[in-house]
T-cell receptor, first 114, second 112 residues
Framework: EPEVTQTPSHQVTQMGQEVILRCVPI?????FYWYRQILGQKVEFLVS????????KSEIFDDQFSVERPDGSNFTLKIRSTKLEDSAMYFC????????????FGSGTRLTVV | AQKITQTQPGMFVQEKEAVTLDCTYD???????LFWYKQPSSGEMIFLIY??????QNATEGRYSLNFQKARKSANLVISASQLGDSAMYFC?????????FGAGTTVTVRA
């Protein structure tokens, strides 16, 4: 069964450093998403991406964050100048069409900022 | 923005019994989708079941069924014949615009 692949599974970074979280969505999917889950809290939407541009972003997704689809297969989330409160599980997801029940989530990247 | 409410922070259920997880949503849109996801302790998000707002029948997927009451704006998940492996966090979510909005989740613990 096709799956969304996220790397790395765990990342520890120093406060103030930049991190790039990587995702390989399902190959025939067109919509891509990043979500965040702070430990013990609910899953929060960050950004959606379609046709090489951001479709929607949340208030969380400020200038510290950026997304890119550099090569037609990878979908990355860059967090600049990380803060302690950026520590969370970051999920990538993809879907074949908007609203289709075929949302598939990756297994997540657990980011720890120290 | 969509708001999803899950009022049960935690539930215990005996193995082989059924459990119902509550979910209500708040939307003024006519077209939307409702989802349930399972998150075991390992952290991944596992899709369980989907209900479209125009679907006339309640969705079912194996031991999972969704009790969809559109007028009440509720989409409760029923897990039948609970198994120890069902112990996890369960999230209700709705799709609208370009994103999923999640509830706070319900932790289910299945007792032997």
């Amino acid at each position: 069964e096709p799956e969304v692949t996220q790397t790395p599974s765990h990342q520890v970074t120093q406060m103030g450093q930049e991190v790039i979280l990587r995702c390989v969505p399902i190959s025939n999917h067109l919509y891509f998403y990043w979500y965040r889950q702070i430990l013990g809290q609910k899953v929060e939407f960050l950004v959606s991406f379609y046709n090489n541009e951001i479709s929607e972003k949340s208030e969380i997704f400020d200038d510290q964050f950026s997304v890119e689809r550099p090569d037609g297969s990878n979908f990355t989330l860059k967090i600049r100048s990380t803060k302690l409160e950026d520590s969370a599980m970051y999920f990538c997801a993809s879907s074949s069409r908007q609203g289709d029940y075929g949302y598939t989530f990756g297994s997540g990247t657990r980011l720890t900022v120290v | 923005a969509q708001k999803i409410t899950q009022t049960q922070p935690g539930m215990f259920v005996q193995e082989k019994e059924a459990v119902t997880l509550d979910c209500t949503y708040d939307t003024s849109d006519q077209s939307y989708g409702l989802f349930w996801y399972k998150q075991p302790s390992s952290g991944e998000m596992i899709f369980l079941i989907y209900q479209g707002s125009y679907d006339e029948q309640n969705a079912t997927e194996g031991r999972y069924s969704l009790n969809f009451q559109k007028a009440r704006k509720s989409a409760n998940l029923v897990i039948s014949a609970s198994q120890l492996g069902d112990s996890a966090m369960y999230f209700c979510a709705s799709h609208q615009d370009y994103k999923l909005s999640f509830g706070a989740g319900t932790t289910v613990t299945v007792r032997a």
